[in-house]
């Protein structure tokens, strides 16, 4: 009897908070260990903004076709930042991407708060840009 009233509550609970049929989820990003080293981000709202972020050192390279039709990763150079602190082999970066602006996309040390955001220019493409 005690198992069976364990499982009517857990089978309530689970009723209780699943997503409505009509929701379409979608992921940017499979899930990572904390310490994981390196990590794939898109913008939600630009497929061109897809991003594989050295969280360690703070590299990081921006998915392009090639002119061959392929795909690599092109690398986004990133100015120096006073405060630009790295902990040696722990996880010193993250990459924020808006839903409403590819401007509003955002490399910051998570230890100094160092800040940079993905700029443009026509003849060197994209790189990471200092915040003041």
């Known amino acids: ?3 069976r009233s364990i ?3 857990s089978l309530s609970l689970l009723a209780s908070t699943s997503v409505p049929a009509q929701e379409n989820l979608t992921s940017s990003s499979s899930s990572i260990s904390d310490s994981a080293r390196f990590e794939v981000v898109q913008s939600p709202i630009l497929a061109k903004l897809t991003i ?4 360690f ?3 990081s390279w921006q998915f392009v ?3 061959k039709g392929g795909f690599t990763w092109q690398p986004l150079s990133r100015g120096n930042e006073a405060g630009d602190v790295k902990v040696p082999n ?4 993250q990459i924020f991407l808006s839903g409403i602006r590819a401007q509003i996309t955002v490399l910051m040390n998570v230890n100094t708060g160092a800040t940079w955001y993905i700029a443009t220019d026509p003849k060197e493409g ?3 840009s200092p915040i003041q």
């Open 1 to 3: 009897m005690r198992l």
């Open 7 to 9: 499982l009517i509550f």
């Open 52 to 55: 594989r972020l050295d969280r």
């Open 57 to 59: 050192t703070g590299d």
């Open 65 to 67: 076709t090639t002119e």
């Open 90 to 93: 722990k996880v010193n970066y």
């Open 126 to 128: 994209e790189f990471w």
